[in-house]
Nanobody, 123 residues
Framework: VQLQASGGGLVQAGDSLRLSCAAS????????IGWFRQTPGKEREFVGA????????YYADSVKGRFTISRDNAKNTLYLQMNSLKPEDTAVYYC?????????????????WGQGTLVTVSS
């Protein structure tokens, strides 16, 4: 499984940004794809996740209502649409994949990780 995250950048508070996660190497019908983020000195934290087959999504309370996860089957790509960005959303964002876990916010349950993409939100 290979995951390639992209789309990070520098934006102002209140702006929107869309991250992409290109997935390859497997048929992902039984996978859950998660988005996580990490800032220096802090643990990696759950942002949201999507079940590849059901498209059911789950979000951390801190981003609920502002972030949306979706996927494009034809492109094998996941998206994290981030609206109303806040300075506290500044972090390196990672996409990760796990097979047959249902839903999980636990970092250790995801066995495949892409490289991170940096999102910086200025105030």
């Amino acid at each position: 499984v290979q995951l390639q995250a992209s789309g990070g950048g520098l934006v102002q508070a209140g702006d929107s940004l869309r991250l992409s996660c290109a997935a390859s190497g497997r048929t992902f019908s039984t996978y859950t794809i998660g988005w996580f983020r990490q800032t220096p000195g802090k643990e990696r934290e759950f942002v949201g996740a999507i079940s590849w087959s059901s498209r059911r999504t789950y979000y951390a309370d801190s981003v609920k209502g502002r972030f949306t996860i979706s996927r494009d089957n034809a492109k094998n790509t996941l998206y994290l649409q981030m609206n109303s960005l806040k300075p506290e959303d500044t972090a390196v964002y990672y996409c990760a994949a796990a097979n047959n876990i249902g839903f999980s916010m636990v970092v250790a349950r995801y066995g495949y990780w892409g490289q991170g993409t940096l999102v910086t939100v200025s105030s």
